[in-house]
């Protein structure tokens, strides 16, 4: 899967992006980083998954405190977020 040629379209791909997470722009690894980042309004959490050394380390992170998930973490708000990473990344990395 990691080294198949449509892995650059993966969340787990090494592609830095911009985004904005709880009010304040960060600069994650990757956009698991930003996806997993985005269900904290907690700048801690946020700053411990901005820092994870991996998209699986950062997914570890945010699962550990997923007792802090914001209190409108839907499936609607899941897809947003998906679809607004996305978009981030496909404005910043051509």
Not at 14 to 26: L, M, N, P, Q, R
Not at 44 to 71: F, T
Request: proline fraction near 1%.
């Amino acid at each position: 899967f990691y080294e198949r040629e449509g892995y650059r379209l993966s969340n787990f791909s090494s592609h830095a992006i911009e985004f904005e997470v709880a009010g304040k722009t960060h600069i994650f690894m990757s956009c698991e980083h930003a996806y997993q980042a985005s269900k904290f309004f907690d700048d801690d959490v946020i700053n411990k998954i901005g820092l994870a050394w991996s998209a699986e380390d950062a997914k570890a992170i945010a699962h550990a405190h997923r007792h802090l998930y914001r209190p409108d973490w839907s499936e609607l708000v899941k897809l947003r977020v998906m679809e607004q990473v996305f978009r981030a990344k496909a404005r910043q990395h051509r």
